[in-house]
Antibody, heavy 122, light 108 residues
Framework: EVQLVESGGGLVKPGGSLRLSCAASGFTFSSYSMNWVRQAPGKGLEWVSSISSSSSYIYYADSVKGRFTISRDNAKNSLYLQMNSLRAEDTAVYYC???????????????WGQGTMVTVSS | DIQMTQSPSTLSASVGDRVTITCRASQSISSWLAWYQQKPGKAPKLLIY???SLESGVPSRFSGSGSGTEFTLTISSLQPDDFATYYC??????????FGGGTKVEIK
């Protein structure tokens, strides 16, 4: 079964750091671009970051640029999001999502994880 | 950056109704548009990609159309399982991807 499972969310104080992970299974992870998308409570979807299959191309939303770092380990079938200098407005469910087409960036997102909640509060 | 504007933000409809949701881009995105369905507490689900291509496994009552700056998602006959929030997303730009604000389809 094709699956993405996020982990690493939790409660963190403003200014703190958190590292999210996304474990992929059921497909050739190293062939696909991957993405992070977030959703603040009661709000819409916001694209956060994208990374190409070989990590050659990386993009960030302006709202997280300079604070978040996306990375991947194809040997471990894993995607990561290192979040530093966290703010209250970063509070959201964070989803990892797969690009629909092998090698494509950008692309529609066809497989999503269940999400992990990040709460930034003192 | 490309802005995506969805309308309406909320839509009240009955089972069997034909429903149309509109998404407008602030500049041309060719056909690089996707539609997602999201139910409360769940991850989004891809319905349509490249403006009008139906994702595998998605019922044929869903259809998408448009190109350039104006796009529509149509549900030909609304079913009980279709009450959800729908989002459009542009993926024309390599460096910034954008979602619309969402359209909540409610029971009338």
């Amino acid at each position: 079964e094709v699956q993405l499972v996020e982990s690493g969310g939790g409660l963190v104080k403003p200014g703190g750091s958190l590292r999210l992970s996304c474990a992929a299974s059921g497909f050739t992870f190293s062939s696909y671009s991957m993405n992070w998308v977030r959703q603040a409570p009661g709000k819409g979807l916001e694209w956060v970051s994208s990374i190409s299959s070989s990590s050659s191309y990386i993009y960030y939303a302006d709202s997280v640029k300079g604070r978040f770092t996306i990375s991947r380990d194809n040997a471990k079938n894993s995607l990561y999001l290192q979040m530093n200098s966290l703010r209250a407005e970063d509070t959201a469910v964070y989803y990892c999502a797969r690009a629909r087409i092998v090698g494509a960036l950008p692309a529609a997102f066809d497989i999503w994880g269940q999400g992990t909640m990040v709460t930034v509060s003192s | 950056d490309i802005q995506m504007t969805q309308s309406p933000s909320t839509l009240s409809a009955s089972v069997g109704d034909r429903v149309t949701i509109t998404c407008r881009a602030s500049q041309s995105i060719s056909s690089w548009l996707a539609w997602y369905q999201q139910k409360p507490g769940k991850a989004p689900k891809l319905l349509i990609y490249k403006a009008s291509s139906l994702e595998s496994g998605v019922p044929s009552r869903f259809s998408g159309s448009g190109s350039g700056t104006e796009f529509t998602l149509t549900i030909s006959s609304l079913q009980p399982d279709d009450f959800a929030t729908y989002y459009c997303q542009q993926y024309n730009s390599y460096s910034v991807l954008t979602f619309g604000g969402g359209t909540k389809v409610e029971i009338k």
